[in-house]
């Protein structure tokens, strides 16, 4: 039940909140005032929850005891008064519903308010103090604590989840709170998340929700949960490592001392804003850094851990991953991975190293990911290295890719949009047995239907996939560049009155100014050494009637250039591959005029001054 006026809810029988004794029977009674009783019965006599909402800036009242089997439920977007104690599975007192931050927590006077359940969620717009199971509500409105309940842990049974939400201001956790049994503790603050004390769990995890932490000297900890440290508003920076109190949300190095887990620890959040890591050592823990809103992870100083993975994540419209010259990423065995997930840039930016040392197969990967997903078109993807990549036994992957899927309704289409996926390495990209792969990719998958006659289709576009070698790759293992190139064009309409033009530019290039090598110093392998340049393009016309004219002036450019350094193994193949692979399948009943061209290039320069050169002029 909602209404907009305040709901007295009690169980004492039709003679309203006054009545003096509980009945016997499962019949609830809500008195609306003024007005008529509300009568809920449950058919089998037991009722299993109850869940009652208050929408408007007004006061819901729990004027008697209520017990259920699986849920009770009060919500108001104003003030909540719980007057007699309850029991269920699973119950929520929540004031303030709307999130506006007015909307205060009152309890009966002593005896304390006992809330006997499972899984307890309570939340208001003022301060919660945690004090073990005991917790204790202040109301900036009051000046004053309005509420106190204990949380009971029903009989033969345990307590489960924790849900604390000041939906304005602060969390403070007194003295020790502790879950068991893969139960879980979440605190949303408004403001600041205080730990005077130790938040732990076994095997559950700890989500934590502020827009600033204090972590004094005990431990947020979990056996195997994961932990997540996450903003509460959208674009809050974040700063690791810092030891002069600033603005943004701060988690010092003692307090990421604090911070233990065999799980996943998480700080930010895909609504974050920038995110700067000074010194920030997390010793074994594995460690997710996520930031969205402002598009920016920083790293300025040392981010490391020994045995723990550490993965950084951008996801927004632009998004930058930037280890800056004066910092470094070290993990000894754990795995590193960067993101930056875009929807129109994605750049990654290598000034200080990335690093793993450990000589175990399969540990201490490396994987940068520049990918931009969207459904229009004009992304870049680049990930630029100017200082050194290096492992010992793992793998190395560079990626940079765009993927756009474009499905329009027009009565014309015109595009002129530019896909740019580019990696420079300037320094050098290096793993003792570990294979490396870069790789640059378009994928644009492009649908127009005519929504009408189609006037015309005019495509324009610009699809750029190159790889640039500029310093030395090395490893026992192999080595695998690519650049490609994957386009698809299907258009339908009755009839495309002018023309068809596709004027589109597909380049994918390797250019390779340095040594690659699967044989460092002279070390025997079998690794091998594979570049390859592609163009995948089909383009798919169907027209029920006529076109005006078909002209196919698209220029496809496939190139693998070596100077004049070395490719070089031991005994595994080498192998470079420049390839245009085109397929046009056009359906019409009458074409006013058809033609076009294609230009297919490959280079293998090996210091005698020649190159292979391919040219085919294509009509039909």
């Known amino acids: 039940?909602?209404?907009?006026?305040?709901?007295?809810?009690?169980?004492?029988?039709?003679?309203?909140?006054?009545?003096?004794?509980?009945?016997?029977?499962?019949?609830?009674?809500?008195?609306?005032?003024?007005?008529?009783?509300?009568?809920?019965?449950?058919?089998?006599?037991?009722?299993?929850?109850?869940?009652?909402?208050?929408?408007?800036?007004?006061?819901?009242?729990?004027?008697?005891?209520?017990?259920?089997?699986?849920?009770?439920?009060?919500?108001?977007?104003?003030?909540?008064?719980?007057?007699?104690?309850?029991?269920?599975?699973?119950?929520?007192?929540?004031?303030?519903?709307?999130?506006?931050?007015?909307?205060?927590?009152?309890?009966?006077?002593?005896?304390?308010?006992?809330?006997?359940?499972?899984?307890?969620?309570?939340?208001?717009?003022?301060?919660?103090?945690?004090?073990?199971?005991?917790?204790?509500?202040?109301?900036?409105?009051?000046?004053?604590?309005?509420?106190?309940?204990?949380?009971?842990?029903?009989?033969?049974?345990?307590?489960?989840?924790?849900?604390?939400?000041?939906?304005?201001?602060?969390?403070?956790?007194?003295?020790?709170?502790?879950?068991?049994?893969?139960?879980?503790?979440?605190?949303?603050?408004?403001?600041?998340?205080?730990?005077?004390?130790?938040?732990?769990?076994?095997?559950?995890?700890?989500?934590?929700?502020?827009?600033?932490?204090?972590?004094?000297?005990?431990?947020?900890?979990?056996?195997?949960?994961?932990?997540?440290?996450?903003?509460?508003?959208?674009?809050?920076?974040?700063?690791?490592?810092?030891?002069?109190?600033?603005?943004?949300?701060?988690?010092?190095?003692?307090?990421?001392?604090?911070?233990?887990?065999?799980?996943?620890?998480?700080?930010?959040?895909?609504?974050?804003?920038?995110?700067?890591?000074?010194?920030?050592?997390?010793?074994?823990?594995?460690?997710?850094?996520?930031?969205?809103?402002?598009?920016?992870?920083?790293?300025?100083?040392?981010?490391?851990?020994t045995t723990g993975n550490i993965n950084l994540t951008v996801d927004a419209y632009d998004a930058d991953i930037n280890v800056v010259s004066g910092g470094s990423i070290y993990s000894e065995s754990g795995n590193i991975t960067l993101e930056a997930l875009a929807g129109n840039s994605a750049h990654i930016n290598v000034n200080g190293p990335i690093y793993t040392t450990t000589a175990t197969a399969g540990k201490g990967n490396i994987t940068l990911t520049a990918m931009t997903s969207n459904d229009g078109g004009g992304t870049y993807s680049i990930i630029d290295v100017n200082s050194p990549i290096t492992t010992v036994a793992g793998n190395i992957s560079l990626t940079a890719s765009n993927i756009v899927n474009i499905n329009i309704v027009s009565s014309y289409y015109y595009s002129e949009d530019y896909n740019y996926a580019y990696i420079y390495t300037h320094y050098p990209v290096s793993s003792e047995s570990g294979d490396i792969a870069i790789e640059a990719a378009n994928t644009v998958n492009t649908i127009v239907t005519g929504s009408s006659p189609l006037d015309y289709y005019y495509d324009d576009s610009y699809n750029y996939a190159e790889v640039y070698i500029d310093d030395d790759i090395y490893t026992t293992g192999d080595i695998n560049i690519s650049a490609a190139n994957n386009l698809t064009k299907n258009v339908s309409a009755d009839s495309i009155e002018e023309e068809y033009d596709d004027n589109s530019d597909n380049y994918a290039y390797v250019y390779v100014y340095d040594t690659l090598t699967t044989t460092p110093n002279g070390v025997a392998s079998t690794g091998e050494i594979n570049l390859s340049a592609t163009n995948d393009i089909a383009t798919t016309v169907t027209v029920n009637d006529s076109i005006g004219d078909y002209e196919d002036d698209s220029y496809n450019y496939a190139q693998v250039y070596v100077s004049g350094n070395t490719l070089y193994t031991d005994t595994g193949d080498v192998s470079l591959t420049a390839a245009n692979t085109i397929s046009r399948d056009i359906t019409a009943n009458s074409i006013g005029g058809i033609g076009g061209y294609d230009y297919s290039y490959e280079y293998d320069y090996d210091n005698d001054g020649e190159a292979d050169y391919y040219y085919h002029n294509w009509y039909d």
């Open 1 to 305: 039940l909602g209404g907009a006026e305040d709901f007295v809810v009690s169980e004492v029988g039709s003679d309203g909140p006054d009545a003096d004794s509980l009945p016997e029977s499962a019949t609830l009674y809500l008195y609306g005032l003024p007005g008529p009783a509300v009568e809920l019965v449950s058919p089998s006599g037991n009722l299993l929850g109850l869940e009652v909402t208050s929408t408007l800036e007004t006061t819901l009242t729990v004027d008697s005891e209520f017990s259920r089997e699986d849920y009770l439920r009060f919500y108001s977007a104003g003030d909540l008064y719980v007057n007699y104690d309850l029991s269920a599975d699973s119950i929520t007192v929540f004031a303030d519903a709307n999130w506006d931050g007015s909307g205060d927590l009152y309890s009966r006077e002593p005896p304390v308010l006992t809330l006997t359940a499972h899984n307890h969620t309570l939340g208001g717009a003022g301060d919660f103090e945690l004090y073990g199971d005991e917790i204790w509500y202040y109301s900036y409105s009051e000046e004053d604590y309005t509420f106190v309940s204990e949380l009971v842990v029903p009989l033969n049974s345990s307590l489960g989840n924790l849900e604390i939400v000041s939906t304005a201001n602060n969390i403070t956790v007194a003295e020790a709170v502790s879950r068991t049994g893969g139960h879980s503790i979440d605190l949303n603050a408004g403001d600041t998340i205080y730990i005077y004390d130790t938040l732990s769990t076994d095997t559950g995890d700890i989500n934590l929700t502020a827009d600033d932490y204090v972590i004094d000297g005990l431990t947020i900890i979990s056996d195997t949960g994961d932990i997540t440290l996450a903003n509460r508003s959208d674009g809050r920076p974040i700063a690791l490592g810092y030891t002069t109190p600033g603005d943004d949300l701060e988690i010092d190095d003692e307090e990421i001392s604090l911070i233990l887990t065999a799980g996943l620890i998480t700080i930010g959040s895909r609504t974050a804003g920038t995110m700067t890591v000074e010194t920030a050592d997390f010793d074994t823990q594995n460690i997710a850094l996520i930031s969205g809103s402002e598009d920016t992870i920083n790293v300025v100083g040392a981010l490391s851990t």
